[in-house]
């Protein structure tokens, strides 16, 4: 019945297509409304024709499914079944037991942030910081004992070194003489402070009295200062964003923008 169908109906394809031509060469000898609408009613019927024709003439039947396991079935009953016996077998070895805890411990453990990354968060992401040498720096505490020598505080060479990578960094001190400069500047270089791209000498900057490196501050116009002087940091509160007052001990009436610490390491949880 499907052959004969088709056999019908290439046939007729093949009549409207001879009717068609001879249209075609008729309306272009004499076009009118008549043959333009004669060219459209054939084609509505040759087009509805094809849809009938394509219709099923009645239901078909489906052929039944087969069920069949999916190898991800398979593999998972498998895998099911195998922790099932490995359950029922006896109980874990210790020892592996404690292996894999301690496993999963060092896995999930906090990720302790570095140097850098906590030197950039304590200071707020500034981009310049003044800092005293005396009892910040140095071992030292005044002057008078600059004169005799010049001793870094080997816990706050990292600590400076990574400031120099975010920040504009200055030092300064006030000194009694020319040789103690020297000596500081020697210290320094010692310690490795003036490493490429870090700090240069010409940062180091030297006066002879506390006021003057009060305006040396007031100039530079840092982000943060640090200064072990109450007096100073007292003086600057509101002129510098943020200072850091180096002291054992916190002073009462201190500003809002200034913190306490013991020491600059400790202030950077390095120690």
């Not at 031509?21 to 008729?26: A, C, D, L, M, R």
Request: aromatic share 8%.
């Amino acid at each position: 019945m499907a052959d004969y169908s088709k056999e019908d109906f290439l046939q007729l394809i093949k009549r409207v297509g001879a009717l068609v031509t001879i249209k075609i060469s008729n309306l272009f000898r004499n076009l009118d409304s008549r043959s333009v609408g004669a060219i459209a009613g054939l084609a509505f019927a040759v087009v509805f024709t094809w849809r009938l024709l394509r219709t099923p003439s009645g239901p078909q039947r489906r052929q039944p499914k087969r069920q069949a396991s999916t190898p991800g079935t398979s593999s998972a009953s498998s895998h099911a079944n195998a922790n099932v016996n490995v359950i029922s077998s006896g109980s874990s070895n210790p020892s592996e037991d404690s292996r894999t805890q301690n496993v999963i411990d060092e896995f999930f453990q906090p990720v302790k942030p570095t140097l850098g990354q906590i030197v950039r968060q304590r200071l707020s992401e500034g981009r310049k910081v003044t800092c005293r040498l005396l009892g910040v720096i140095l071992e030292e505490s005044s002057p008078e004992e600059l004169q005799k020598q010049a001793t870094v505080r080997s816990s706050v060479v990292e600590v400076l070194l990574e400031i120099t990578k975010f920040c504009d960094l200055y030092l300064m001190e006030r000194v009694l003489d020319d040789e103690t400069e020297k000596k500081v500047l020697l210290a320094l270089e010692d310690a490795g402070i003036f490493t490429s791209g870090g700090l240069v000498k010409d940062k180091v900057l030297f006066c002879s009295t506390e006021i003057g490196r009060t305006s040396f501050v007031r100039q530079l116009e840092p982000d943060w200062h640090v200064d072990t002087n109450p007096e100073i940091v007292t003086q600057l509160a509101r002129f510098i964003k943020y200072q850091l007052h180096i002291s054992p001990i916190k002073p009462e009436g201190t500003a809002a923008n200034v913190y306490t610490s013991t020491s600059l390491e400790q202030f950077f949880g390095c120690i």
